[in-house]
């Protein structure tokens, strides 16, 4: 199953040179607690980093930092790792674990934004396939009782 099938292609997203404070307002407005953030190159959202809002909270808020001193690309996670829309998702699991990370951009083979996928993105698409699949063996059971009278 690709990635790409799967993952989230509302991304709310900034460019290095948002502002904390309009950075922390899209993220109320859109109800997330991250923004990837992009370079536009030929027409084309590319993603560089990722802030999030405990980077504010860590970076800024709990240095007593002016946040109006701060632009997204001050503090974002500079070490980037992204996922081909077309790897696995099993893959992506593999690879989030291995990094460390709660949430990865979905590039397209030009590096071009497509999506993001998040932890527990992959916890409801995993709980959703368990309970299809909890779901085999009393049906396994009904078709013997009805094929084998």
């Known amino acids: 199953m690709p990635i790409g099938e799967f993952c989230n292609r509302s991304v709310v ?3 290095r040179q948002t502002r904390i404070p309009e950075a ?6 859109y109800h997330v607690g991250d923004l990837v ?4 190159l030929d027409g084309k959202r590319v993603p560089v980093g990722i802030v999030t809002d405990r980077d504010i909270v860590i970076e800024i808020i709990a ?3 002016d946040y109006n001193d ?3 690309g001050d ?3 500079p070490q980037l790792v992204t996922v081909q829309k077309n790897e696995g998702v099993f893959e992506t699991i593999r690879l989030m674990r291995a990094k460390g990370i709660r949430r990865i951009p979905v590039v397209n083979q030009e590096g071009g934004l497509e999506g993001i996928m998040a932890a527990d993105d992959m ?3 995993l709980a959703e396939e368990m309970t299809e699949l909890a779901k085999v063996a009393p049906r ?3 078709h013997e009782a009805q094929t084998r009278v």
């Open 75 to 77: 503090i974002m996670s």
């Open 24 to 29: 922390a307002q899209l993220m109320r407005q």
């Open 70 to 72: 701060f632009k997204v």
């Open 140 to 142: 396994e059971q009904a």
């Open 37 to 40: 953030v992009v370079d536009v």
């Open 13 to 15: 997203f900034a460019t």
């Open 123 to 125: 916890l409801d698409l």
């Open 63 to 65: 240095k007593s930092l």
